[in-house]
């Protein structure tokens, strides 16, 4: 038998229950609540999907906009447990616009649960989430908010904004692992939720996270000890930088991508003010497909991508989220696409474009 190299990974040890509830408190001071924080052991689809299966009845109104494919899973999901869906889809790749809300809504009475995507990272747009929650709480309306992509890069304060469910992945901004994730609930979200036909013995049922989260014990199942480990370590990291650190790291990286791309006389996909803090979209020039972008960068050792989604799938994102929100990488990015339309014969002053960069970061 072929004798295997001792790894620091073999025989992990399990992780201590009594700190489950340290993290819920941690990650509700990421999120600026006293509501109450579950965890749950996958990717934050699986956090979203549980919010829609565990609101979702017969006789349940809601209006869902869709600005992503999550948006439209999540719509699905909903319908899958007999909910009433409008779903109100924004220009393809584009965000939504308030005033749209606002129609929907009067359009719509009946509605009482309202869910959107804060900031989409596979386009790169960032939808009005305060003015959203303010016409929906005007309404006495229910808000569900994916907040998955936008923690840690956008501010975020789910009480003052009065958020009932907020959505978050920590592998995004925050720099963490993502195979776990975490939501909050309100009080009024749980009047919703705990109702008598709610869904129970099932890894998407929140009422069951809130019995185990409750009893203050392990989480159900055998949890995987070193995702946890790996949040802890991100956490640890987050609470040295400083939360609202991290939002100004991403918010520098943002503005200097735009200003170099602008500087290469690139066309920017949305303006800032409706522009993702952690991923910025461009859409090539005609006739350069993004995948020779794309190709060309990767060949560099540089990691640009084409957008997802309908309407999306023309554009290059140029990536700065968590570790990457740094000089070091927008100032590659940008000049990895410059590098990129000179290569396509199309002229490109990198040499602007850095100092454009450099401008930002040096001011």
């Not at 990717?43 to 494919?69: I, Q």
């Amino acid at each position: 038998m072929t004798e295997v190299a001792w790894n620091p990974l073999y025989g992990a040890p399990v992780y201590p229950a009594e700190r489950y509830a340290a993290l819920a408190r941690r990650i509700g001071a990421i999120l600026k609540t006293d509501n109450d924080v579950l965890l749950v052991q996958a990717e934050a689809v699986v956090a979203l999907e549980a919010v829609a299966t565990s609101l979702a009845r017969p006789g349940l109104s809601a209006l869902n906009v869709v600005t992503s494919p999550y948006g439209s899973w999540f719509g699905q999901w909903l319908r899958r447990g007999g909910a009433d869906v409008i779903d109100l889809v924004a220009q393809p790749g584009r965000p939504i616009e308030a005033g749209a809300i606002a129609v929907a809504l009067d359009a719509n009475p009946a509605v009482s649960v309202l869910a959107l995507v804060h900031a989409e990272s596979a386009s790169g747009i960032l939808n009005p989430l305060p003015q959203i929650v303010a016409l929906a709480a005007a309404r006495g309306i229910l808000t569900i908010v994916d907040a998955v992509a936008s923690v840690g890069g956008h501010a975020l304060d789910v009480d003052a904004l009065g958020i009932d469910i907020a959505v978050i992945g920590p592998q995004k901004a925050l720099g963490g692992p993502a195979g776990i994730s975490a939501l909050s609930v309100s009080r009024r979200a749980w009047e919703l939720i705990l109702h008598d036909e709610a869904p129970h013995d099932s890894i998407l049922s929140l009422a069951d996270l809130k019995a185990w989260a409750d009893a203050g014990g392990a989480l159900p199942g055998t949890p995987a000890p070193l995702e946890f480990f790996a949040l802890e370590a991100a956490l640890d990291r987050v609470e040295a930088e400083g939360l609202g650190q991290i939002v100004a790291r991403h918010e520098r990286a943002a503005s200097a991508s735009r200003a170099g791309l602008a500087a290469l006389g690139a066309s920017l996909w949305v303006p800032g003010e409706h522009a993702s803090n952690l991923v910025t979209a461009v859409s090539p020039p005609s006739g350069i497909e993004a995948s020779s972008i794309t190709g060309f960068a990767a060949a560099l050792g540089i990691d640009l991508s084409p957008g997802v989604g309908t309407g999306s799938s023309h554009l290059v994102r140029l990536n700065h989220t968590g570790p990457r929100a740094n000089f070091q990488s927008v100032l590659a990015n940008v000049a990895a696409y410059g590098a990129a339309l000179r290569r396509a014969g199309l002229p490109a002053n990198i040499d602007a474009a850095s100092e454009a960069v450099v401008r930002i970061y040096s001011s």
